[in-house]
C-alpha cells in the first residue's frame, strides 16, 4: 500500500487535513501525519518508509531525499519551491511539484491588510493616508500579482506591473499598465508589491539603487520571500529617506535592528501568515493529493517542477 506522509512544521487546519484523508484513503493509501516538529531527525525518521510527502515550507534538502527511500513524488502545497532541492529530487528520482494559485488570494489579502496597516499609522490614531489613488507596482505578475492588482483597482489605485515572463497584452487585459523594465516600476510606484520567486538571479535583488528611485510616500510590501531583498540596502534606504515603508510577511534577518531604528516605519508579521487561512489550507492540501494520486494513477506531471 502505498503511504502519502504530510510533513508540516506549520500544520494545515484539520478540516485539510481531513479532506486530503479523504482523497488519499479514497485511493487506496495510506495518510502518515507529521505536524509541529521540531527536530530534522523527526522528519527524516518520517520519511523513511514514504512514497510520497506533501510539505509547506518545509525543507527538503538532500539528506531528506536520501532519507526518504520509496520517495517517488513530493509536493509543495503552495508557490514556491525554494524550500525544496530540485537537484536532489532529480538525482534520485523524485518528482516535486507544487500547487501554483491555490493560496493565491490568501497571499493577496494580506498584503492589502499590511498596507492599510501601515497607511494608518499602525492604528495608533493619527491621520493616515488612504489607498485610493496611489500608485501600486506589481513586482511579477505570476498568481499572486493578478489578485493583488484585482484588489488594487477595487481600492482605486493607479496599478502598474512588471514581468518580463508575461505579454504586456495579458497585462493589459486585466486593466492593469504594463511598464518595460523594473527601473521604471519602481520609478514610477509608490507601492511596490514583491511577487518574484527566490533564485540565484533574484536574491539580492532589490536593492538601494531600486528603492531610492521609489517616489515619495514609498512602501514596499513584500509577501514574497526575504533573500530577494538586499538587507544592506533596506537598512540604508531607511536612514537616508524618511518617507520609506516597509510592510513584510517574511521578516528580514536584519528585523530586530530596524524595528528599533524604525519602529512605526516597518512592520513585519511575526510568523508567515500569507498562506495561513483555512481556504489557502483546504485549496492548496487538497490539490496536492490529487496531484499525487493522477501522479500514481495516471502519470500525470502536469506541476512537476524539476527536471
Ligand atoms: C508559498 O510559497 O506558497 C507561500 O510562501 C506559503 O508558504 P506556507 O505554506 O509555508 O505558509
Known amino acids: 500500500m502505498k503511504k502519502v506522509l504530510i510533513a508540516t512544521d506549520k500544520p494545515f487546519v484539520k478540516v485539510a487535513v481531513d479532506g486530503i484523508r479523504k482523497i488519499v484513503e479514497g485511493a487506496g493509501?495510506?495518510?502518515?501525519?507529521?505536524?509541529?516538529?521540531?527536530?530534522?531527525?523527526?522528519?527524516?525518521?518520517?520519511?523513511?518508509?514514504?512514497?510520497?510527502?506533501?510539505?509547506?515550507?518545509?525543507?527538503i534538502d538532500n539528506e531528506v531525499i536520501e532519507a526518504a527511500?520509496?520517495?517517488?513524488?513530493?509536493?509543495?502545497?503552495g508557490a514556491g519551491y525554494d524550500n525544496i532541492d530540485l537537484e536532489a529530487?532529480?538525482?534520485?528520482?523524485?518528482?516535486?511539484?507544487?500547487?501554483?494559485?491555490q493560496n493565491?488570494?490568501?497571499?493577496?489579502?494580506?498584503?492589502?491588510?499590511?498596507?492599510?496597516?501601515?497607511?494608518?499609522?499602525?492604528?495608533?490614531?493619527?491621520?493616515?493616508?488612504?489607498?485610493?489613488?496611489?500608485?501600486?507596482g506589481i513586482h511579477a505578475y505570476g498568481n499572486v500579482?493578478?489578485?493583488?492588482?484585482?484588489?488594487?483597482?477595487?481600492?482605486?489605485?493607479?496599478?502598474?506591473?512588471?514581468?518580463?515572463?508575461?505579454?504586456?497584452?495579458?497585462?493589459?487585459?486585466?486593466?492593469?499598465?504594463?511598464l518595460k523594465s523594473v527601473d521604471e516600476l519602481y520609478s514610477t510606484c509608490q507601492y511596490v508589491s514583491l511577487h518574484i520567486p527566490a533564485t540565484k538571479d533574484t536574491k539580492g535583488s532589490i536593492n538601494?539603487?531600486?528603492?531610492?528611485?521609489?517616489?515619495?510616500?514609498?512602501?514596499?510590501v513584500n509577501t514574497a520571500r526575504k533573500e530577494v531583498i538586499d538587507e544592506a540596502s533596506l537598512q540604508r534606504i531607511f536612514e537616508t529617506r524618511s518617507d520609506f515603508r516597509y510592510v513584510s510577511d517574511v521578516a528580514p534577518d536584519n528585523a530586530a535592528i530596524l524595528i528599533e531604528k524604525f519602529a512605526s516605519k516597518i512592520y513585519c508579521t511575526p510568523?508567515?501568515?500569507?498562506?495561513?487561512?483555512?481556504?489557502?489550507?483546504?485549496?492548496?492540501?487538497?490539490?496536492?493529493?490529487?496531484?499525487?494520486?493522477?501522479?500514481?494513477?495516471?502519470?500525470?506531471?502536469?506541476?512537476?517542477?524539476?527536471?
Request: proline fraction near 2%; avoid cysteine.
Open 89 to 101: 529530487a532529480t538525482k534520485n528520482n523524485v518528482v516535486a511539484m507544487n500547487t501554483p494559485g
Open 29 to 59: 493509501y495510506q495518510l502518515a501525519l507529521l505536524e509541529k516538529y521540531t527536530q530534522k531527525s523527526e522528519l527524516l525518521q518520517a520519511v523513511s518508509d514514504a512514497n510520497a510527502i506533501i510539505i509547506r515550507s518545509d525543507i
Open 208 to 220: 538601494l539603487d531600486l528603492l531610492s528611485k521609489m517616489p515619495q510616500g514609498a512602501t514596499l
Open 104 to 136: 493565491a488570494n490568501a497571499v493577496a489579502e494580506l498584503a492589502f491588510g499590511m498596507m492599510v496597516y501601515m497607511a494608518r499609522n499602525t492604528f495608533n490614531g493619527l491621520s493616515g493616508t488612504e489607498l485610493r489613488g496611489k500608485t501600486i
Open 145 to 178: 500579482g493578478k489578485y493583488v492588482a484585482l484588489i488594487a483597482k477595487g481600492f482605486g489605485m493607479d496599478v502598474y506591473a512588471y514581468d518580463p515572463f508575461v505579454a504586456d497584452e495579458v497585462i493589459k487585459n486585466d486593466g492593469i499598465k504594463p
Open 69 to 77: 527511500k520509496n520517495l517517488k513524488i513530493v509536493v509543495r502545497a
Open 271 to 307: 510568523k508567515k501568515t500569507g498562506a495561513q487561512t483555512e481556504e489557502a489550507n483546504i485549496n492548496a492540501g487538497l490539490a496536492a493529493a490529487r496531484q499525487i494520486v493522477d501522479f500514481f494513477e495516471k502519470g500525470d506531471v502536469k506541476f512537476k517542477v524539476n527536471k
